[in-house]
């Protein structure tokens, strides 16, 4: 059964970076786009950046310039570099692999930026 683990959340202070996680498992992890996305209370799950399994990234512009995504497929993980975090990126935050129709969650990680 596919697996999509998450770490690497917490609490940390408007400024500071957090360096987010994925490992897959019981997939062929390089041929899917993977994805983070997140979800704030009270509001609807976002895309917050997503790469191929050809490497193109695409990030939403709300974290352009201070996220990053990256992916080693030989550990089957893929990454969320958070930088210079804001309060408003405060949310659970979700992996996500998918391929040809079939999408893939993981159980998701918080998040809380405190100003």
């Known amino acids: 059964q596919v697996q999509l683990v998450e770490s690497g959340g917490g609490l940390v202070q408007a400024g500071e970076s957090l360096r987010l996680s994925c490992a897959a498992s019981?997939?062929?992890?390089?041929?899917?786009?993977m994805g983070w996305y997140r979800q704030a209370p009270g509001k609807q799950r976002e895309l917050v950046a997503s790469i191929t399994s050809g490497g193109r990234t695409n990030y939403a512009d709300s974290v352009k310039g201070r996220f990053t995504i990256s992916r080693d497929n030989a550990k089957n993980t893929v990454y969320l570099q958070m930088n210079s975090l804001k309060p408003e990126d405060t949310a659970i935050y979700y992996c996500?692999?998918?391929?040809?129709?079939?999408?893939?969650w993981g159980q998701g990680t918080q998040v809380t930026v405190s100003s």
């Open positions: 019981e997939i062929t992890f390089s041929i899917y786009t």
């Open positions: 996500n692999a998918a391929f040809r129709g079939v999408s893939r």
